[in-house]
């Protein structure tokens, strides 16, 4: 498999030094030197400038609704737990808008992989606060300063009972990538937080502000210990915004908790039943 | 002026030695929520179906569950039936309020059991109704058993088999121990002796094995949708708890190892709808179902399954709104909501379900339906559809094929999803095939990529909405016409009516009745035919304004004038349809 087999009739439109470029390049080393193709990956996505990167990447995919692209990922996996299914998701698509699917699935560990979007803003309808936004921070919905505190996504989904919860950064493809490999390796829920500049309508997270201000976990740092998670994802400031995994442990799937999936994905049950007499004669 | 003439069983009879001449037997058994009366209820009609005859039971409770006055109506009949019915030949009282709230429908010659450990008072009851007061409370001992004793006293004032309850507690403790049966036992063994001894010159024959004795099934609506939904090949169903549907789930969860599909719980109505579609996707036949309430937040996935053209079936069992409304009862003010939910246009099919049998063969044609036409099927249920039990001959499967529609798992490297077709129906696959498509919830070009420009809007907007057209040369079923072609009275009516006005008109002369399925598409021309002819309608339906009536207006242009509308939760009685045709002024 080579890149230019993902290549589709769609050239991207996201702005020049956007970071969605940046996801979808590390996704697609990823695709490559997994060889994540069409007989065994399918892609969902939500709405957001995120959910763009279906059309130009030629993985079958299901583009949802504004913050449900977690349930219809839900679903296809039920249906079909054989396929890697990947989750492009936003942090207004699945905080905001799609915030109880978001916790539910962390809860439940299907082996999901889900890329958060996250540029502390409302890209496509043109620079509207979002749920990762700062509290103070100015935008057109918000011309006074943002009055909400943001949400965590790293704490909420620990809180929420994700088996694997980590943090990329945008600017930093080849390392991204792997973290991507590393998610998707798990088995069980993975979300990954990507932290991404949006160029046009976010002035304050830009490229040199994540580069400036970030750092890799160390080996110091251990992913089992859910505390010393939770501790590091209340981090962030100068220089204290960490990069990497900060929690793995391995919890069933969800999905092996199904008796009747156990053999083969659900789709390979036959639908055909002929006789039900066992069943009715329970009614007489 | 018309004069119908009713039945002779709306006659109210005496309630004398040998009631079997009684053509529809009603009992009513009522009680505290909490005090059993539903299992009851059923256990009572399943004497009565092995015993040879047919049943139909209705149930009122409130939104709660201890306390709170439950009721069940229980009507035995050799012939079918298939409504409930205001008269009450024996009411079975486990406390005052059922006295007190069921009085009026006790007429002379009809009959009251109740418990004389509770100092019931009876003064409210008209004089010539038969006494039957037996110490429930003591014979039980326990509370829990009072429902047993009272079970074990009715089948000895009827004439029933005692054997029959006996076998029906063994098999309904039997992973319970020993012990329980014993005591249930003995408790219906109780009731049942005091009985024969103490009125033993008023037992009747009520309940009295009939000769020919056919195996009969005893489903209401929600488990009738579960069966239906096995049988027609269901994969996976995601089901928010919601009365009155949350029967089809727990129906669906017990069974789901067994014949290899799931039944999920969602985090919400949101996610129960989006979840199916991404099973649907993948190839699963899949479902979802809930209530007014619950399809509300469904509505933007009703509209990403028709854009994706991705087959999923909804069922929605209506109940009183808006809002909350009333949860426990029945109603049918969710036609013209379902009809139009959505932005935009969409291709839909809405089917309405008469009765549980009903219910169980649409359920099967509804996934076989949303297989065909890649686009959401619904299904209109109600409260009484979903708890009314009924028998039913043993429900017969033989007839069906499982129909996947234009579907292949063929690798193909240009593979056109949303090719356009002249019947508006592409070939669909699934991920995992080789196949790449995108189902985008954007407007898109033939492969899912996503569009803007004027011409490929407009032709996916009209392919998607060929498939209603197909849909209704192919697969659209005309209204069904009951009795004569020429009448007086025409009635139209929809869903769970059915049976009460069928039950209504049985004995009437100059009356028939139009009863419509198929919703959207809907037959206009079959529907314009009968109701153009006829000589005056009159609209029966359980909501305020008569949203069938608006829909046969919008369709056919025929205004309906005389309607028959409630819309307080209760059915529509037969005996209230009787009165509305004898003082309709024709």
């Known amino acids: 498999m080579q890149l230019s087999d993902l290549t589709t009739q769609c050239s991207p439109n996201w702005c020049p030094g956007c970071g969605d470029l940046a996801i979808w390049g590390a996704f697609k080393n990823a695709a490559v030197q997994k060889d994540w193709n069409n007989f065994n990956t399918a892609l969902v996505a939500g709405i957001g400038c995120h959910g763009h990167l279906l059309n130009f990447t030629k993985l079958i995919s299901f583009e949802g609704l504004h913050g449900r692209a977690l349930p219809v990922a839900t679903g296809i996996k039920m249906a079909n737990h054989d396929l890697n299914v990947f989750v492009f998701t936003g942090d207004g698509d699945c905080l905001s808008e799609g915030g109880n699917h978001f916790i539910h699935a962390c809860r439940r560990n299907l082996n999901l992989t889900v890329f958060i979007h996250d540029n502390a803003i409302y890209g496509l309808t043109t620079g509207q606060t979002s749920p990762t936004s700062p509290l103070g921070y100015k935008s057109k919905s918000t011309p006074e300063g943002n009055p909400d505190t943001p949400i965590n996504p790293l704490a909420l989904a620990l809180g929420a009972g994700a088996t694997f919860v980590a943090r990329g950064y945008a600017g930093d493809i080849a390392g991204l990538a792997q973290l991507m490999i590393k998610a998707h390796d798990h088995p069980g829920t993975a979300i990954l937080d990507i932290l991404q500049p949006c160029v046009t309508f976010n002035k304050e997270f830009t490229h040199t502000f994540y580069r400036d201000n970030s750092y890799q976990l160390g080996p110091d740092h251990d992913v089992t210990d859910k505390n010393a998670a939770f501790k590091k994802a209340q981090e962030w400031g100068p220089k204290q915004i960490p990069l990497g995994i900060f929690y793995q442990v391995t919890e069933p799937t969800y999905e092996s908790r199904f008796p009747q999936i156990t053999k083969n994905p659900l789709i390979q049950n036959s639908p055909e039943r002929k006789d039900l007499s066992d069943l009715f004669q329970k009614f007489v | ?586």
């Open chain 2, 1 to 586: 002026m018309l004069t119908i003439v009713p039945k002779k069983e709306f006659i109210p009879k005496p309630f004398k030695k040998n009631m079997s001449d009684q053509t529809f037997f009603s009992i009513k058994i009522g009680g505290q929520a909490g005090q059993g009366i539903k299992s009851a209820g059923l256990t009572l009609s399943k004497v009565a179906t092995r015993s040879g005859f047919n049943i139909h039971t209705y149930t009122e409770f409130p939104s709660l569950i201890r306390g709170g006055h439950n009721v069940e109506q229980i009507l035995i009949s050799r012939e079918d039936i298939s409504t409930p019915l205001q008269k009450t030949d024996l009411l079975i009282a486990l406390n005052q309020d059922t006295i007190n709230k069921h009085a009026a429908e006790l007429l002379p010659g009809s009959g009251a059991m109740f418990d004389a450990d509770k100092r019931i008072d009876t003064s409210k009851l008209v004089t010539g109704v038969n006494l039957y007061p037996v110490p429930l409370s003591k014979l039980a001992g326990l509370e829990l058993l009072i429902n047993t004793v009272a079970l074990g006293a009715t089948i000895a004032l009827l004439g029933g088999k005692v054997d029959l309850l006996y076998d029906l507690i063994r098999l309904e403790y039997s992973d319970k121990g020993e012990e329980l049966i014993s005591k249930n036992i003995s408790a219906a063994k109780s009731g049942y002796d005091f009985v024969r001894q103490s009125f033993a010159d008023q037992l009747n024959t009520v309940l009295a094995s009939l000769e020919k004795i056919e195996q009969k099934m005893i489903v209401n609506g929600a488990e009738a949708v579960a069966l239906g939904a096995i049988a027609g090949g269901l994969q996976f169903a995601s089901i928010y708890p919601m009365s009155p549907i949350s029967g089809i789930l727990q129906a669906l969860a017990v069974h789901q190892e067994k014949y290899g599909y799931i039944y999920k719980q969602p985090e919400d109505e949101i996610a129960a709808l989006t979840m199916a579609i991404g099973a649907g996707f993948a190839g699963a036949r899949s479902m979802t179902a809930t209530s007014g309430g619950g399809f509300c937040l469904m509505t933007e996935g009703l509209g990403l399954a028709a854009m994706t053209e991705t087959p999923v079936v909804i069922i929605n069992g209506m109940r009183p709104g808006p809002a909350t409304g009333l949860p426990s009862w029945s109603g049918q003010g969710d036609l013209q909501f379902i009809l139009h939910a959505h932005q935009g246009t969409i291709p839909r099919i809405v089917l309405a379900a008469g009765d549980g049998l009903d219910a169980f063969n649409l359920t099967m044609k509804a996934l076989n339906l949303a297989q065909k036409y890649q686009t959401p099927v619904i299904l209109l249920i109600d409260k009484n559809i979903c708890d009314d039990d009924q028998s039913y001959p043993v429900f017969d499967i033989s007839g069906y094929q499982l129909n996947s529609g234009k579907f292949t798992t063929d690798f193909n490297p240009n593979f056109a999803r949303y090719a356009q077709e002249e019947d508006g129906i592409s070939y669909r696959t699934i991920p995992g095939t080789g196949n790449f498509f995108i189902a985008n919830s954007d407007e898109h070009l033939e492969a899912g990529f996503s569009t803007e420009e004027s011409a490929d809007v407009v032709m996916q907007a009209d392919k998607r909405m060929r498939k209603q057209a197909t849909c209704e040369k192919e697969d659209m079923q005309p209204p069904e016409l009951f009795g004569p072609a020429s009448a007086e009275i025409t009635l139209v009516s929809w869903g769970s009516n059915k049976n009460n006005i069928l039950h209504a008109i049985r004995d009437t002369i100059g009356v028939n009745y139009l009863h419509i399925t198929w919703m959207s598409p809907f037959p206009t021309a079959a529907v314009k035919d009968v109701l153009g002819k006829a000589k005056h309608i009159i609209d029966i339906e359980c909501n305020s304004t008569g949203q069938l009536a608006e829909l046969i207006a919008e369709k056919t242009g025929i205004l309906i004038t005389d309607k028959l509308l409630k819309y307080d939760g209760r059915p529509i009685y037969p005996e209230e349809i009787i009165t509305k045709l004898n003082s309709s002024n024709v």
